[in-house]
């Protein structure tokens, strides 16, 4: 894509959408991030967020619709807009990325390869900011040697990650997330009977 960017309207519209995608939760999480993490990091809302993010998910799921983008190069500016938004709600900790810009692009009318297709491209940009603003915030505690393993856990969690997007996309292509809703819903009420009875000191 990269390569061709310069001269095909394909990569050109693609990297206008993946731009798009990414300017909510970066201009977002430059503002809120510190709320965020002072309020939010707790038992009670990150279990809330597993929970009604499941039921979102059962919702979006016995939803009847006619995918009418079926691939990538389909998505237009005001879909990658929305599934940007979208994306800027998993800031809430318990909010699944992936599972937000998913569920997003479904529905947005997106078929579910695309929309999985899509959030995994959205990745690539989203997760490298958010290591690097945190590398940056860190960079007093940092020395070479760090830098070392973190770059050679970077490149294996990119190759790996490469390999589980195929599988997933197979998946995906048949199949709903309707078990992975009620996993947030099972685990969302986990944390709070650990956390009420005090088992786990989350």
Avoid: C
């Avoid at 297709?117 to 690097?132: C, D």
């Avoid at 940092?142 to 997007?165: E, M, P, Q, T």
């Avoid at 997933?168 to 009420?196: E, M, N, P």
């Amino acid at each position: 894509m990269i390569a061709t960017l310069p001269r095909d309207r394909k990569s050109q519209r693609f990297t206008l959408n993946i731009v798009l995608a990414f300017l909510p939760a970066a201009v977002l999480g430059v503002i809120f991030i510190k709320a965020i993490k002072h309020y939010l990091f707790a038992p009670v809302p990150v279990a809330t967020a597993f929970i009604v993010g499941g039921i979102l998910i059962l919702w979006i799921e016995s939803r009847k619709r006619t995918p009418r983008v079926e691939n990538v190069d389909a998505i237009k500016p005001a879909d990658a807009t929305w599934i940007g938004f979208a994306q800027a709600l998993s800031m809430i900790p318990g909010t699944s990325r992936s599972g937000a810009t998913i569920m997003g692009g479904l529905l947005r009318g997106l078929s579910r390869p695309a929309a999985t297709e899509f959030s995994f491209f959205l990745a690539i940009p989203t997760i490298f900011g958010a290591t690097v603003l945190e590398l940056y915030k860190a960079r007093h505690l940092l020395n070479a040697d760090d830098l070392a393993v973190i770059g050679v856990g970077s490149v294996a969690s990119f190759i790996s990650a490469a390999f589980a997007v195929r599988a997933l996309i197979r998946y995906v292509s048949g199949h709903d997330f309707k078990i992975f809703a009620w996993y947030r819903i099972a685990f969302g009420f986990i944390i709070l009977g650990t956390w009420y009875f005090g088992v786990v000191k989350w």
